[in-house]
């Protein structure tokens, strides 16, 4: 079947090509984004046999080049359009199919007290749970946003240049979370600025749906979750963050 067909139909295939798959500056070659996060990984890690299987896609569709991006994910840089529905069905049967790139769940997140001695809060399982809070489809509608969780002050995940940053700390000997809004990465680069009062870990997924719930009711047309932070302001995500009863 002709790449133009299975576009047109398998959703499943047209959602990670309109995802995962970006432009290339060679006519009839596009390079692929492979996500590596919940909920078919822990962000950043693979098996050896997921390992190995990209490999072999590398070798037999690219030129043999695996990129590994600080996002935690892979990039197969060089995949001639015409492959590309073999590549994503190959990269299911590894798991690795997920169309997430830049959405919410693409998160970065440090291993945290699971691994990291440094560590003063867990990353991986609130992480987690905030993934798991928002389908694939509420994932699209809310659209690219960037949310890094580092495990400690040492910041690995980088989330103060997030658009929602979030910085695990130990009080009152539970996890909790600092949230930061606003930062970004790239050419528009900035630090997030403290939102409020940390978290509690179990509020966490809540206090994330509280501020896309006051995106999603400001936003106008076509506009993503930075622009219309940068527009807003923080004082709409702080009042109904930290509102009576809200956390
Ligand atoms: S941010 Fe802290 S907890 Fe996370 S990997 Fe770095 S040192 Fe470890």
Not at 128 to 157: D, H, K, W, Y
Not at 177 to 206: H, M
Request: glycine share 8%; with cysteine.
């Amino acid at each position: 079947m002709e790449f133009a067909t299975h576009l047109q139909n398998n959703v499943a295939f047209s959602d990670w090509y309109d995802l995962n798959v970006r432009p290339h500056k060679v006519l009839g070659y596009r390079s692929v984004v492979i996500s590596t996060k919940f909920p078919s990984n822990i962000p950043g890690d693979v098996s050896s046999t997921q390992m190995r299987g990209i490999a072999d896609i590398a070798e037999r569709f690219g030129f043999g080049e695996i990129r590994v991006t600080h996002e935690q994910n892979f990039v197969l840089p060089d995949i001639p359009k015409s492959c590309l529905f073999q590549v994503w069905v190959e990269l299911n049967h590894l798991g690795l199919g997920l169309a997430n790139h830049a959405l919410l769940s693409d998160m970065i997140v440090c291993p945290g007290a699971s691994y990291c001695n440094l560590a003063t809060a867990h990353s991986f399982l609130v992480a987690e749970q905030v993934v798991r809070a928002f389908t694939l489809a509420e994932q699209q509608e809310i659209g690219p946003v960037s949310m890094n969780l580092s495990g400690c002050i040492n910041s690995c995940a980088h989330h103060h240049i997030a658009n929602i940053g979030m910085l695990g700390l130990n009080k009152s000997k539970t996890d909790h979370y600092q949230i930061t809004l606003g930062g970004c990465q790239g050419n528009d680069s900035r630090l997030g600025k403290v939102l409020g009062p940390a978290i509690a870990e179990s509020e966490l997924p809540n206090a994330i749906r509280t501020l896309f719930d006051v995106y999603r009711k400001y936003r106008e047309v076509d506009e993503s979750f930075i622009q219309a932070v940068d527009r807003l302001g923080l004082t709409p995500f702080k009042e109904a963050l930290y509102s009576e009863g809200q956390i």
